[in-house]
């Protein structure tokens, strides 16, 4: 066996371990008692087709207080490296955004190496259109509309806030920017947001790895007339070009052990080039992720941070 082989191998290994830690973990939070939805005044119905025939990747869960609504609209896009977890490892998140007044939803997608870039982000985009022209009947208002999202879906959040305000050839781009969505806010969290060069990270080792594994799942085997525009997202905004809508306020978390915190700094830099309401924090100590959690203080801190940035614009729709 070759040495390409073997660091595919080992890097095929350690992701298959660090999936499992996480879907673990998820499920043990699942059980404690702080984790019930009803709690919060919170209702979840769960596998929504937003897409024919209802595959694993077409299914979406609906996080809605009970309140009487409507209420603003989260779209949560989970993260993973574009590769593993799925809807069902962030009903942390979903919670978390659910038991403050939002109605959330939480899309599945199809995953890498299977289904490579675009996949990931066409799937996010047919969904935001379903999410939007579907959201009054979950009690949400389309009109008051965050898309949020950490890690890889923090990338597909940034993508997707693009194509709805850059006039783009892709279909499913085309489409989102045709809608129109009223995206008051975008909450980008812990992002890789340039995949197609993660060695310009400077890490080694295990975290090295995973960088690498999550470029070459997700571009290798990629349709190559499609532009990496909506993967380098950070690089497509410091190119600097007027967008054909403007750019909605941004708050990007960051963590300050994390190894793609660069990339927040870089899309906070290069949106106030553009004249966008953004800011960036920077938690101290903070590993990729940490907001996911939630009993933590970093990411107490995040959550605290987050929804006083969301009530700040949302007050003013």
């Not at 007339?225 to 708050?251: K, M, N, Q, Y």
């Not at 553009?274 to 995040?302: I, K, M, S």
Request: proline share 7%; net charge neutral.
């Amino acid at each position: 066996m070759n040495a390409r082989l073997l660091d595919r191998a080992r890097q095929g290994f350690s992701g298959q371990l660090l999936e499992r830690g996480f879907r673990g973990l998820s499920r043990l939070a699942r059980m404690h008692p702080a984790a019930d939805p009803a709690r919060y005044g919170v209702e979840v119905i769960r596998d929504v087709a937003w897409r024919a025939p209802g595959g694993r990747d077409d299914l979406l869960d609906v996080y809605r207080p009970t309140a009487p609504g409507p209420h603003p609209t989260v779209v949560y896009v989970h993260g993973g490296g574009f590769r593993i977890l799925s809807k069902e490892t962030h009903w942390g998140m979903a919670l978390a955004f659910a038991a403050k007044g939002y109605t959330v939803f939480v899309p599945n997608y199809r995953l890498a190496p299977r289904a490579p870039y675009p996949a990931a982000l066409q799937d996010a985009s047919e969904a935001l259109v379903w999410i939007v022209r579907h959201a009054a009947e979950y009690g949400g208002d389309p009109e008051r509309l965050v898309l949020a999202g950490e890690s890889a879906g923090a990338n597909l959040a940034t993508g997707l806030t693009l194509s709805a305000c850059y006039e783009r050839p892709e279909p499913w781009a085309r489409a989102v920017f045709d809608l129109a969505p009223r995206i008051h806010a975008v909450l980008p969290a812990c992002g890789l947001l340039q995949v197609s060069d993660t060695d310009r990270l400077g890490q080694r080792g295990f975290v090295n790895d995973r960088l690498r594994q999550v470029s070459s799942d997700y571009l290798a085997g990629r349709d190559a007339s499609v532009s990496l525009d909506l993967a380098d997202v950070v690089c497509t905004l410091e190119r600097g070009e007027a967008p054909a809508r403007p750019l909605p306020p941004f708050f990007i978390v960051a963590g300050g052990k994390d190894p793609v915190t660069p990339d927040s700094h870089r899309l906070n830099a290069a949106l106030e080039a553009l004249g966008v309401d953004t800011a960036v924090v920077e938690y101290p100590g903070g590993v990729h992720a940490f907001h996911a959690f939630l009993w933590t203080r970093q990411a107490r801190a995040a959550w605290r941070d987050q929804h006083a940035f969301l009530d700040r614009v949302l007050e003013k729709v």
